[in-house]
């Protein structure tokens, strides 16, 4: 058995003219394109082996980083040839691949072939495989059953359309741990993957505390009291003048070990969005009954407070034993029911448990889609989310079960 991920030519341009950060083609933002395709296939799709119809780019430095994602993905890849170079071919398990600056061959012993040519006609997907960065951002799975049997699927990149979702948790170069997330790249790459629209939600912590003061866990000691800035204003006019209509400021609001909000409250009612997180239990936490009881306290102080989200509910306790931290699902789903606050799907840091999310839905608990993203390849990124309720049978209701933001 083999499974081969399939694109078309990639190509890449560097951002310039008068507002370089201004991206208008997507093709200036290949290689978060190129990052948010390999994620999902190392995550989600497992291929034995990734084709790509060549790399084009305008720059030696666009062409380098393109072939880097490739690499760093650490699945193994092939990349058509250029013009004048010869075929390069390779077997994988029961399937012999030939490439071409032309197009690929994929055959097998069974006597199955297929032909694609590296083309720009989307109305002849079977013949011609558009470029990877040409919407809906096309891409191929073809799969043998090692029985001589091949399954072919398409796959996009763009969200599906009719959906009207709106991502609710996005970082800004104000976050410690931002990646490349600019604001008017993030709104391009949301554009362009299909949102409605977007909510930046940047951390309190790091608008009020220094990045020293956060790795001394200042802000969880000593709260607002201890703050030693303030980038509020400096991160609403930032959004403000660069989000457009597309995108919203709201806040990811910490608390305090005391319970706390690590917020001033002239801030918090100016946020167009409030997420809710718990990023640190306190230290004198030590047995498993403290932690639960720390926990569950401080999520419930957040919770009084009348958040709209509680973002990725369990974060906090990555690490500790599964079986443990199940005892909590229910819980917080019943805290979240009491408070009418909505949960978060948060896929940054490992999943959201499907027993959580079916006690949420049981008890009326509206669901969140956050990519929280840190870098530009997270925006709007919702696979695992709709797979998720796919499989928990609430993807053909989500206008019952998810949180709309109030515009």
């Known amino acids: 058995m083999a499974k081969i991920l399939l694109t078309g030519m990639i190509a890449g341009q560097q951002l310039t003219g008068e507002?370089?950060?201004?991206?208008?083609?997507?093709?200036?933002?290949?290689?978060?394109?190129?990052?948010?395709?390999?994620?999902?296939?190392?995550?989600?799709?497992?291929?034995?082996?990734?084709?790509?119809?060549?790399?084009?780019?305008?720059?030696?430095?666009?062409?380098?980083?393109?072939?880097?994602?490739?690499?760093?993905?650490?699945?193994?890849?092939l990349v058509a040839p250029k013009s004048g170079e010869p075929p390069r071919e390779q077997t994988v398990a029961d399937i012999t691949v030939t490439v071409d600056a032309v197009g690929i061959r994929v055959q097998n012993a069974a006597g199955w072939n297929r032909i694609w040519r590296w083309g720009t006609d989307r109305g002849k997907t079977g013949e011609n495989l558009p470029p990877l960065m040409q919407a809906p951002?096309?891409?191929?799975?073809?799969?043998?059953?090692?029985?001589?049997?091949?399954?072919?699927?398409?796959?996009?990149?763009?969200?599906?359309?009719?959906?009207?979702?709106?991502?609710?948790?996005?970082?800004?170069?104000?976050?410690?741990?931002?990646?490349?997330?600019?604001?008017?790249?993030?709104?391009?790459?949301?554009?362009?993957?299909?949102?409605?629209?977007?909510?930046?939600?940047e951390h309190t912590l790091h608008l009020f505390f220094s990045r020293t003061a956060c790795l001394e866990k200042v802000p969880w000691r000593r709260g607002l009291a201890a703050t030693d800035q303030n980038l509020a204003e400096a991160y609403s006019?930032?959004?403000?003048?660069?989000?457009?209509?597309?995108?919203?400021?709201?806040?990811?609001?910490?608390?305090?070990?005391?319970?706390?909000?690590?917020?001033?409250e002239t801030v918090l009612e100016r946020s167009a969005l409030r997420l809710a997180a718990v990023h640190s239990l306190p230290e004198q936490a030590g047995t498993m009954e403290e932690k639960r009881l720390a926990f569950l306290g401080l999520t419930e102080a957040h919770l009084r407070q009348k958040p709209d989200i509680l973002a990725h509910p369990f974060r906090v306790l990555r690490g500790e034993p599964e079986a443990w931290?199940?005892?909590?699902?229910?819980?917080?789903?019943?805290?979240?029911?009491?408070?009418?606050?909505?949960?978060?799907l948060n896929f940054h840091h490992g999943a959201p448990p499907p027993e959580f999310v079916s006690m949420?839905?049981?008890?009326?608990?509206?669901?969140?889609?956050?990519?929280?993203?840190?870098?530009?390849?997270?925006?709007?990124?919702f696979y695992a989310h709709l797979?998720?309720?796919?499989?928990?049978?609430?993807?053909?209701?989500?206008?019952?079960?998810?949180w709309r933001e109030r515009i």
């Open 360 to 381: 949420c839905l049981e008890r009326g608990v509206r669901l969140s889609f956050g990519g929280d993203s840190h870098e530009l390849g997270m925006v709007g990124d």
């Open 137 to 201: 951002f096309i891409f191929l799975l073809l799969e043998t059953d090692g029985a001589g049997g091949v399954v072919l699927r398409q796959e996009q990149l763009r969200l599906p359309e009719g959906l009207h979702l709106r991502d609710l948790h996005n970082h800004t170069p104000y976050a410690y741990c931002c990646e490349n997330m600019t604001v008017p790249r993030a709104v391009a790459m949301g554009r362009w993957v299909g949102l409605e629209g977007m909510t930046f939600t």
């Open 237 to 264: 006019r930032l959004c403000r003048e660069q989000g457009d209509d597309f995108a919203r400021a709201g806040l990811e609001i910490d608390i305090d070990w005391q319970g706390k909000l690590v917020v001033p």
């Open 387 to 402: 797979a998720l309720l796919n499989r928990l049978g609430a993807s053909s209701r989500l206008d019952e079960v998810l």
């Open 19 to 77: 507002r370089p950060e201004y991206p208008t083609h997507p093709e200036q933002l290949a290689d978060s394109f190129l990052h948010r395709l390999l994620r999902r296939a190392k995550r989600f799709h497992h291929p034995d082996l990734v084709i790509t119809g060549g790399i084009v780019a305008d720059t030696p430095e666009t062409e380098q980083c393109l072939y880097k994602e490739l690499a760093d993905s650490q699945l193994p890849f």
């Open 325 to 344: 931290t199940a005892t909590l699902w229910q819980p917080v789903a019943e805290l979240l029911a009491r408070y009418g606050v909505a949960a978060e």
